[in-house]
């Protein structure tokens, strides 16, 4: 057996002197060492021929010359050498950043002897130069075209993967292949100039019959120099990515089965598009382009790919069936689609959490000392961690969680909030909110459609928050009542999990050490009870429940403005405009809100500090979280306003509901008389009181209250203001300004409970410790009485399962049948006045109870309703024909008055009502198809193409940059 050493050269001289020095220390030599170098523009030639002298042949070739053809011209210079029988002679590729251990070629030699008939060895690469981590241990290929070893992101080489075994292919770094095998199968494939080459080789080797065997024991340490970026070449350039996914796209349709050929050609294609879509959401737009001209370069040229199918099948033995055994299993793609999205998804709520300790390691670098203050800091960061750091030491799950105090706490309170919110299980009506519709289909329909056939049809926009339920009902297979279950049951959760981030920033903006563990957990369990103590649970306000949910997760995005990273503070900026239009589409006052805070805030710093004003990345992120919100929302936002129904702008999602907030109401924190005892609202707002007194935490306390008394001042003078709707007189909605002062006063203690349990470790007179020890107990009883109250509290108040029907089954029936076959109910008296309302398709749900409530009246209708009940004539049904009404009910009681008159009609038939107090008739009038079409104006159209190519940039400028990170050695 005779071995040739093959290296190949490029600009290599930051490594070859060790590579050289491990090709000449092999405790098996090589017979033979040819080396060819691709013009090097370093002293590459010179350190070859210096440390190998004689026993090297050596030849320089243009620098365009790709990996495949250096190597066949390397074959050249080394002609076989005469064998005697049973003699193979092997070669044994090298690269000049693939630095071999002593016993690398023994390893693969050894290993061929005890498998005489294996064609192709490959050694165990190690990363260079950290040594210990593992490359590759042999190759395949997923079914996208993934290049898979098999290894987790980083793995350690403990000996783990050291058993020989049968792979698809070997890197050809270390690659020791039957110099047979290589010119019988054309040696590399020169379409693949690159990348790729010993997979497209291995496999081709595998079809023609030869196996490949990897040798753990044989060590080779692998720069990547290429792949890394370190090391450009005229054949890549700066567009790495295109030339590994072109050789992926390449080597799996040339090889690839007949049978499976069509499916895999689409399959990459689509798989490609959809790679291009993930590189753009995290703003990686050179591989997206990349992505998207490897391509086109191999699918878009199919004679090149059925040529190198036709090569491959020239050569084929036996069955490729044999081959798949060698291929990575087909769920593969899947488990990688899903690890990134899991890192996506981690970078992206993990955006925010270290504002504080980036800020505090600012600050260390520019103050004395630098870099190495800024070092010492994060060890002492480390070494300061509370016991909190123990829950992701490497044990057990389960271990880990019971033996976390926090964990459990947090997690029963999961457990118990759902149990409380256990009437949500199911379809819920009531108070604030209405049937939702049969199918996710009614609210696209609802969101795009610029004309409603509601009542008499009107061209009120669609409430914004259909948007978000229609998504998500989608989502959900078109399950429409579980997307409003789903909002009911985890908003507290959420809310909880939203409180606990945001105090653990607050807390290390405020005190470099943090809150106290169960500081943060009391905190967060108190603010996420708000929604329920509140009332706005219990009536079925599932706006004010919401918002509630989101805000500490809106607060939570703004602390990035403060973010010493300029890129970290715009993407914060986007991050927060998606949440604040999700906040908004529930309750619009939100960001009528955000748009006060931040021209204060603005203005504020103006006279503070003005130099802040002339920095655009300083000033610039609230400023775009706040504008690019209408624009997010511009389909609701402008017809609003353009349809004379910007009173929606002071409403809240669902139906209308009478704000019962006084002065007191709006201190306990008490929407209605649904809320919890009062009393616990007054805890709350005496230990914010208290927060105050600590000096050091005084200046972010009273920053809270500055927000806390701005909510207050708004809201009374919300509360002063009447709206006059088209179908009733009502007040502002107050919900949100609760929630932000309750909210605000929840911070407020925990910073000012931090200050004095601080104080308490160095100054504890046994006073100060029984203040301390009351005030505890106080405090612990506002969550602890909030959720018992919520536990024990009586079902089906205001939210019910069922609502209330007055319209026969069959009319409902009748009513779905076409837009045309309404129900007019009307309710009332001659002497007490009447009220009325139509009923289409199935019935009033959510999302057009609003688009009623803020709907012109339609001044002939309600003429003809006038008329009806009180001088009824032929004329006037055959105008409720006209309008699309097939039924007229009185609901009960039903007036006799006017139900004789009614069955005196012509035109009215008698019709079975649901009880013997109500009455009803159907209207024996042709109904008229066309009478509820309205304009549906091209602008509309536009807003939502606006809105959707909005949502689709902020989402791309919002999300974390993920990148392959191609980094060099600089230790080499």
């Known amino acids: ?114 498998h005489p008939s294996v ?51 070997v890197n050809t770094a270390g690659m020791l292949v039957r110099r047979s095998v290589l010119e019988s199968l054309g040696g590399l494939d020169e379409d693949l100039p690159i990348f790729g080459n010993d997979i497209d080789f291995g496999w081709r080797a595998a079809l023609a019959g030869h196996r490949t065997l ?50 895999q050609y689409v399959r990459l294609f689509l798989g490609s598009l959809l790679r291009v879509v993930g590189f753009l959401a995290v703003r990686s737009v050179g591989e997206a382009l990349d992505e998207l001209a490897a391509a086109l370069s191999v699918q878009g040229r199919p004679r090149q790919l059925l040529a190198a199918r036709r090569e491959r099948a020239r050569l084929r033995q036996g069955d490729p069936a044999d081959v798949r055994r060698l291929l990575a299993p087909t769920w593969l793609p899947y488990r990688h689609g899903l690890d990134f999205v899991t890192d996506l998804v981690s970078a992206a709520t993990n955006q925010a959490s270290d504002v504080a300790e980036r800020r505090r390691l600012a600050r260390a670098e520019s103050g004395p000392g630098g870099g190495a203050a800024a070092r010492d800091g994060r060890r002492g960061a480390g070494a300061s961690d509370d016991d909190e750091d123990a829950y992701l030491t490497d044990t057990g799950f389960v271990a880990r969680f019971f033996t976390n105090p926090v964990a459990v706490v947090l997690a029963l309170f999961g457990v118990l909030s759902l149990l409380a919110a256990r009437e949500a299980f199911g379809t819920i009506t009531g108070g604030a909110l209405s049937p939702v519709p049969d199918a996710a289909a009614d609210w696209w329909r609802l969101h795009v459609s610029s004309w409603h056939p509601l009542g008499t049809g009107t061209d009120v926009p669609a409430p914004a928050y259909v948007l978000p339920f229609a998504l998500a009902a989608s989502l959900l297979l078109g399950h429409t009542g579980a997307v409003v279950s789903g909002l009911m049951l985890l908003a507290v959760p959420v809310a909880a999990w939203g409180a606990w981030r945001l105090l653990k920033v607050v807390g290390r903006l405020v005190d470099p050490l943090g809150l106290p563990r169960w500081l943060v957990v009391w905190g967060a369990l108190t603010y996420a009870l708000v929604p329920v103590t509140s009332g706005a649970w219990a009536e079925g306000r599932f706006g004010t429940v919401a918002v509630a949910a989101l805000l500490p997760w809106i607060a939570h995005a703004a602390l990035g403005f403060v973010d010493p990273d300029r890129d970290r503070r715009w993407r914060a900026a986007w991050r927060t405009a998606l949440l604040l239009a999700l906040g908004a589409a529930f309750v619009p006052g939100l960001w009528l809100f955000a748009l006060l805070a931040t021209a204060v805030v603005l203005g504020s710093a103006a006279v503070i500090a003005p130099r802040l004003l002339r920095e655009r990345d300083s000033w610039g992120p609230p400023v775009v979280a706040v504008a690019a919100t209408p624009v997010l929302l511009a389909p609701w936002l402008l017809p609003l306003l353009t349809t004379g129904s910007a009173s929606g702008l002071l409403l809240e999602a669902g139906r209308l509901t009478v704000d019962q907030v006084t002065f007191g109401g709006l201190v306990t924190g008490r929407l209605n008389d649904l809320g919890a005892p009062w009393w616990l609202g007054v805890v709350l707002g005496l230990l914010a009181v208290a927060a105050l007194i600590p000096r ?63 104080r308490l470790a160095d100054h504890h007179p046994w006073w100060q410790r029984g203040v301390a020890v009351t005030l505890a107990v106080v405090a612990a009883a506002v969550p602890l009485g909030g959720l018992a109250w919520w536990l024990t509290a009586e079902e089906g108040d205001v939210v019910a399962r069922d609502a209330e029907q007055s319209v026969p089954v069959y009319m409902q029936q009748s009513s779905l049948l076409g837009q045309e076959h309404g129900v007019l109910v009307v309710s009332g008296s001659v002497d007490e006045g009447v009220t009325y309302r139509i009923r289409r398709d199935d019935g009033t749900t959510v999302g057009e109870d609003e688009i009623l409530t803020l709907a012109d009246e339609d001044a002939g209708l309600t003429s003809d309703v006038r008329d009806l009940v009180s001088a009824p004539t032929p004329t006037v049904v055959a105008d409720l024909g006209a309008r699309g009404v097939e039924y007229v009910v009185l609901a009960s009681p039903a007036d006799g008055r006017i139900s004789s008159l009614l069955d005196a009609t012509a035109g009215l038939e008698q019709a079975s009502a649901e009880d013997r107090t109500t009455r009803a008739w159907r209207v024996d009038r042709p109904l008229d198809p066309a009478s509820l079409d309205g304009p549906s104006p091209w602008w509309r159209t536009a807003l939502l193409v606006v809105q959707a190519l909005a949502i689709v940039l902020a989402l791309v400028l919002a999300a974390p940059t993920v990148r392959q990170r191609r980094e060099g050695d600089r230790d080499v």
């Not at 600009?11 to 090589?30: H, I, K, Y």
């Not at 690269?95 to 693969?108: F, M």
């Not at 165990?124 to 490359?135: I, V």
């Not at 972010?700 to 709707?725: K, N, Q, R, Y």
Request: negative net charge; charged residues 20%.
């Open 1 to 114: 057996m005779t071995v040739t050493a093959l290296l190949v050269s490029h600009d290599g001289a930051r490594w070859l002197p060790a590579v050289l020095t491990g090709l000449d220390g092999q405790t098996l030599p090589v017979d033979r060492v040819v080396a060819v170098d691709t013009t090097s523009r370093d002293d590459s030639v010179e350190l070859v021929r210096e440390a190998l002298g004689e026993r090297v042949v050596v030849d320089v070739v243009p620098g365009s010359t790709s990996y495949p053809a250096a190597v066949r011209h390397g074959l050249d210079l080394a002609p076989p050498a005469p064998a005697e029988a049973g003699d193979d002679e092997w070669i044994w590729l090298l690269h000049d950043d693939s630095n071999p251990a002593p016993t690398a070629l023994a390893e693969l030699v050894a290993a061929a002897r005890e």
């Open 119 to 169: 064609a192709i060895l490959g050694p165990k690469l190690r990363e260079w130069p950290s040594l210990r981590r593992l490359l590759e241990v042999g190759l395949t290929i997923t079914g996208t075209g993934h290049r898979e070893t098999g290894l987790e992101r980083g793995e350690y080489d403990q000996g783990q993967h050291d058993a020989v075994r049968e792979v698809l292919a």
């Open 214 to 263: 990897v040798v753990p024991q044989a060590v080779v340490f692998h720069a990547e120099a290429a792949h890394r970026g370190v090391r450009r070449t005229p054949l890549t350039g700066r567009h790495t990515h295109y030339q590994e996914r072109r050789a992926a796209l390449l080597t799996s349709l040339a090889n690839v089965s007949s049978r499976g050929f069509a499916w």
């Open 696 to 758: 050091s935490t005084r200046v972010p306390v009273l920053i809270c209250w500055l927000v806390a008394l701005a909510a207050a001042v708004v809201s009374g003078v919300l509360s002063h203001v009447t709206l006059d709707l088209p179908s009733v007189i009502t007040r502002p909605s107050l919900g949100l300004f609760v929630v932000i002062l309750q909210g605000t006063w929840v911070v407020a203690i925990v910073l000012g409970a931090d200050a004095y349990l601080r």
